[in-house]
């Protein structure tokens, strides 16, 4: 018992070690949750966006464009 309580002391430096670790795991854990709602926000933008792509194409298949008049240049 006597070792584990000198493992948490650290040699009178617990505060610092301890404090180090706790603030690391809280980062790391704001980290995780700010990527993913940075991903959830990408899936919905990138959903919206293939959505509305879908109802501006009135086809599936590309309509052929119009071959384009020669201008007096070119003739």
């Keep these: 018992m006597q070792s ?3 493992f948490l002391h650290q040699g009178g430096y617990a505060f610092y070690v ?3 670790f706790g603030m ?3 980062l790391l854990v704001a980290e995780v ?9 990408i899936l919905r933008r990138v959903g919206r966006l293939a959505r509305l792509r879908a ?3 009135p086809s599936s298949q590309p309509s ?10 070119q003739r």
């Excluded at 949750?33 to 926000?41: A, C, G, N």
């Excluded at 052929?64 to 240049?73: D, G, K, N």
């Design 4 to 6: 584990l309580l000198d």
């Design 18 to 20: 301890w404090s180090a």
């Design 24 to 26: 690391t795991f809280v």
């Design 33 to 41: 949750v700010s990527l993913r709602r940075s991903r959830r926000t």
């Design 55 to 57: 109802q501006n194409e």
């Design 64 to 73: 052929p464009r119009p071959s384009p008049q020669p201008t007096e240049f």
